[in-house]
T-cell receptor
Framework: KAGVTQTPRYLIKTRGQQVTLSCSPI?????VSWYQQTPGQGLQFLFE???????NKGNFPGRFSGRQFSNSRSEMNVSTLELGDSALYLC?????????????FGPGTRLTVL | AQSVTQLGSHVSVSEGALVLLRCNYS??????LFWYVQYPNQGLQLLLK??????LVKGINGFEAEFKKSETSFHLTKPSAHMSDAAEYFC????????????????FGQGTTLQVKP
């Protein structure tokens, strides 16, 4: 079974631009979560989706948004990019929306903002 | 609110030596705990998880962890380190959310980089 895939793997943008990242979960998984990983702040939860609905959101500004499609694929968007948005963005999928379900992570998208 | 503390941002061991990575949690409810490993330029891979069954949890690649409620700890161990174990390790606790809401949200520790010397 294919794992979680994320596209693109690497992105370079300039301040003020916007970016869209894509995540395809493991087949049959219905929950998708997004995390931001930086050297200073570590791994921080962005949001999670289940059945096309955002179920939980982390403490990030409104410039960060996301959505989930009927096939469980998910996208996240960051508008008006800032230098501090440079990070590895990780997507994770799980079967259901449950605290005990294993989250399977993708390889991440490395975003660099210049 | 849940939180996780990993003691030691860097741990160095010799090949064949015991690996001990420390994790302490803070939780107002019975926690679910996880250990993940991250190799360079890769995502996170689950090593093991505790979900209130046996307190000694065995994972992949020879790793295990013991849940100790009295010490609020979930330390990761491996009897004999291998060069391929060099990576960053993350302890995480799941956030049960509010009320009856379900969530898969994970709260991570800051990570511990394991160096294995030949």
């Amino acid at each position: 079974k294919a794992g979680v895939t994320q596209t693109p793997r690497y992105l370079i943008k300039t301040r003020g631009q916007q970016v869209t990242l894509s995540c395809s979960p493991i087949s049959g998984h219905r929950s998708v979560s997004w995390y931001q990983q930086t050297p200073g702040q570590g791994l921080q939860f962005l949001f999670e989706y289940f059945s096309e609905t955002q179920r939980n959101k982390g403490n990030f500004p409104g410039r960060f948004s996301g959505r989930q499609f009927s096939n469980s694929r998910s996208e996240m968007n960051v508008s008006t990019l800032e230098l501090g948005d440079s990070a590895l963005y990780l997507c994770a999928s799980s079967l259901m929306l449950s605290a005990t379900d294993t989250q399977y992570f993708g390889p991440g998208t490395r975003l660099t903002v210049l | 609110a849940q939180s996780v503390t990993q003691l030691g941002s860097h741990v160095s061991v010799s090949e064949g030596a015991l690996v001990l990575l420390r994790c302490n949690y803070s939780s107002s409810v019975p926690p679910y705990l996880f250990w993940y490993v991250q190799y360079p330029n890769q995502g996170l891979q689950l090593l093991l998880k505790y979900t209130s069954a046996a307190t000694l949890v065995k994972g992949i690649n020879g790793f295990e962890a013991e849940f100790k409620k009295s010490e609020t700890s979930f330390h990761l161990t491996k009897p004999s380190a291998h060069m391929s174990d060099a990576a960053e390790y993350f302890c995480a606790v799941s956030d049960p959310g509010h009320g009856s809401s379900n969530t898969g949200k994970l709260i991570f520790g800051q990570g511990t980089t394991l160096q294995v010397k030949p």
